[in-house]
């Protein structure tokens, strides 16, 4: 079992920037996929961002070019870099990894709120 613990949610003004951060730990050994999920009110959890342990990311076309997610194996750390916040930015955010048996783990969530 991986655990996941996420940092650095918080509220911004819109056009603003937030950094999270995600630190897995416990059975981390063939830690895949590690990546971002959010969901806003009233709405399903959706894909933000994912990265491979090779580096290879992936976007939702909502937060391309605004969003850079990148990750440090040797910490076993995966950040999202948020820039241009809007206000449908705003939701809580879930951290998720994947072992290479495929087994997947998720963080309890951080709240981005994105002011007009």
């Known amino acids: 079992q991986v655990q996941l613990v996420e940092s650095g949610g918080g509220l911004v003004h819109v056009g603003g920037s937030l950094r999270l951060s995600c630190a897995a730990s416990?059975?981390?050994?063939?830690?895949?996929?590690m990546g971002w999920y959010r969901q806003a009110p009233g709405k399903q959890r959706e894909l933000v961002a994912v990265?491979?342990?090779?580096?290879?990311?992936n976007y939702a076309d909502s937060v391309k070019d605004r969003f850079t997610i990148s990750r440090d194996n040797a910490k076993n750390t995966v950040s999202l870099q948020m820039n241009g916040l809007k206000p449908e930015d705003t939701a809580v955010y879930y951290c998720?990894?994947?072992?290479?048996?495929?087994?997947?783990?998720w963080g309890t969530g951080t709240l981005v709120t994105v002011s007009p």
């Open positions: 998720k990894a994947v072992v290479s048996n495929g087994g997947t783990s």
């Open positions: 416990g059975s981390i050994f063939g830690l895949n996929l």
């Open positions: 990265v491979t342990r090779g580096g290879s990311a």
